[in-house]
């Protein structure tokens, strides 16, 4: 049977219509060029596209083309025309013509109709890249909140390592805990000196110092290291409620489970870190997989072009199955890693939040009991105040002249004064 001839121009086969037997379109891996070729008689349509005729009285059977592949990892690419499928791959094409894996193309067709990359993977975690899609809102604008800001790894200080975002958090709550045994550390060391200044007063107002002194003013001095001993009990009670009132608080502010409950955070957020990393090697393994078949299938393709067998054309139905299934397993490896990327995600903002709630906690408290130093400290000026108010009314009450008629009635030795001597 003698193949009618067409025009010089490319027409796909589905507008050409069927082929008659034995007849075969045989497409380069770059899906850019093709021909005619029949099994039996070797003859071979190429340069023009002549598209061989199918006679009255010849059978024939439809060909069957490849949809375009779905949505793929963030990206989108369509087949060249496929290959005439056989009756028995029509099962096999049924059940992947609505979603097709990427192993349906070969990777040089996949190249050219592929879109531009939109996001990067940095330690297994996938971003936008920058300008790329829409812009995210952030999940609690204006508040600066934790689970906004702690999604990427950060560099250590050497360079060397990278910590990760929820890592920097419990640091932040470690570093808060030090803080606060810190800062009763400091209150403690306030206490010792009260003690201290409190047991030295009580120590001077027993001084004999000046116990001599009489009158109004050896009162007013008498008062005046009184007021010393009223004085020591004052900054002793004020060292005392520091004590239960400030730094024991400060203290025993999670002295608990804080650390315990940590550790569980970090154990856990760490965990789905390490299933997301799992995951992402598998779609990196998937994806050389994926390649490894799709190369396979185009080597298989240039021999069929070069040496036309029957064996040639199993081999490549083989390769081109092996490739589709590579392309199955890379998605549902994609579709496992945005799984648990999800999970991670969920869980990273629910924790951050927690500990967000646990910083705001731990303010508030050291806030409250050092206002409690801050009214202890006036207390303690109100009660020092009192104790020298009595002095300062002695004081007031000081009379040179009294005390001086005081001690001449006390200490005289006689009115009577020196006369002259008589001759």
């Known amino acids: 049977m003698e193949p009618s001839s067409a025009g010089p121009a490319p027409r796909d086969e589905a507008d050409a219509g069927p082929l008659p037997p034995a007849w075969r379109r045989r497409v380069s891996p770059e899906g850019t060029r093709g021909r005619h070729v029949n099994s039996s008689s070797r003859e071979t349509r190429k340069e023009t596209w002549e598209h061989p005729s199918v006679s009255v009285e010849s059978p024939w059977r439809p060909v069957a083309r490849q949809n375009s592949l779905p949505h793929t990892n963030g990206r989108h690419a369509s087949t060249r025309a496929s290959q005439p499928i056989e009756t028995s791959d029509v099962g096999l094409w049924k059940t992947t013509r609505d979603k097709q894996p990427p192993g349906a193309i070969s990777p040089a067709k996949r190249q050219i109709r592929e879109v531009k990359e939109t996001k990067t993977t940095i330690n297994c975690v996938t971003f936008p890249l920058p300008g790329e899609g829409p812009d995210q809102q952030l999940l609690k604008p204006n508040e600066w909140s934790y689970c906004d800001y702690f999604w990427a790894d950060k560099k250590d200080p050497q360079g060397t390592t990278s910590v990760a975002g929820f890592e920097v958090l419990l640091q932040k709550q470690l570093k808060g805990k030090q803080m606060q045994k810190e ?133 490549i139905k083989k390769a081109r199955r092996k490739s589709t299934q590579a392309g199955d397993d890379l998605m549902r490896c994609v579709d496992l890693y945005n799984q648990t990327q999800s999970k991670w995600f969920e869980e990273m903002v629910t924790t951050s939040m927690e500990l967000e709630k646990l910083e705001v906690d731990r303010i508030e408290w050291i806030q409250q009991h050092l206002r409690q130093y801050t009214t202890l400290r006036h207390e303690t000026d109100m009660f020092n105040q009192s104790t020298a108010e009595p002095v300062d009314q002695l004081l007031q009450s000081v009379d040179p002249a009294k005390d001086r008629e005081l001690w001449v009635k006390e200490h005289n030795t006689s009115e009577v004064r020196p006369v002259d001597m008589d001759i």
């Open 183 to 315: 800062m009763a550390e400091f209150i403690h060391e306030r206490i010792k000196i009260e003690e201290e200044y409190a047991k030295n007063l009580s120590k001077l107002s027993l001084s004999p110092l000046a116990a001599q002194e009489e009158g109004t003013l050896g009162e007013a001095w008498i008062q005046l290291k009184k007021s010393l001993h009223d004085e020591a009990e004052v900054h002793l009670k004020f060292s005392n409620k520091l004590h239960s009132e400030v730094e024991k608080p400060l203290l025993t502010f999670r002295a608990d489970n804080f650390k315990k409950d940590l550790k569980k955070y970090d154990h856990h957020i760490a965990d789905l870190r390490k299933q997301l990393a799992s995951r992402y090697a598998s779609v990196e393994k998937a994806r050389k997989a994926l390649a490894d078949r799709q190369k396979d299938l185009e080597v298989k393709t240039q021999q069929l072009e070069i040496k036309l067998s029957n064996k040639t054309e199993e081999d």
